[in-house]
């Protein structure tokens, strides 16, 4: 299995690696910083380094199909090839897993303001959305106002691991009706933001909300009756 090195420590934009396979899927690394795309977080981007200076640019990151627990590193179609025991140093786009970082955990602010169940989430370098299961109205400049408050309270933001039986016993911290926290590993991720949120994620996320920044509501749209979309982007920035 590849070891998740952004797990403990998203904060880390380079590591050593070793090429363990390259196949249709991708390039599979013993350990890596690349996040793969899953629970509605984009992968990320970036490059593979070879020893003699090669540089492989990868396009994305996703679950091996195949080969469960490891990561494929997608390469760019024009990227040179690899070899099975090759060393590599594999170096993340900062800038767009910065973007993912800030967008995620103001995703987990938004939770924090609307208590009710999450039906859909996508979250990339652009943009992000949650979409509420509920039927009641929201306003965005109420919104955009919350969150502002959040990230002005500088409230850290922490992971940690509970078990499994810990869930069990507290079904409430899940809050996504669409992606469930993975079960078999006798242990859950999960993500805390102090006096503020609490749930399952396996995500990568700012150290505080002061570092989420200027994150607003672009856009809510009612997509079903039973359905609220909040669309949140990044504020502007003030001209110089």
Known sequence: MTDELFREDAT?????????????????????????????????????????GHRVSIVDARKHKDRAGDIAHV???????????????????TARRL??????????????????????????????????????PLDKETLTQGIARFVAAAHPVRHRWISEAELDVNPQLVRSMSVQPPRG?????????????????????VANTADVGGVIVTKIEKKSAMTRRVVLGFAPLNPS
């Open 185 to 205: 590993l006798g242990r859950v991720r999960v993500l805390e933001i102090e006096g503020v949120d609490l749930q399952p994620c396996g995500g990568t996320h």
């Open 75 to 93: 390469p760019a179609a024009d990227a040179p090839s690899l070899r099975v025991g090759d060393r590599v140093t594999a170096r993340i786009d």
């Open 99 to 136: 973007a993912h970082m800030r967008f995620h955990t103001a995703t987990h602010l938004l939770c924090a303001l609307v208590p009710h169940p999450v039906d859909g989430c996508s979250i990339t370098a652009g943009y992000a959305r949650l979409d509420f299961h509920m039927n009641e």
């Open 12 to 52: 880390l934009q380079t590591c050593e690696a070793t090429v363990l396979a390259v196949d249709e899927a991708g390039i599979v690394l013993d350990r890596t910083v690349f996040y793969p795309q899953g629970g509605g977080q984009a992968g990320d981007a970036g490059e593979l380094v070879s020893a003699d």
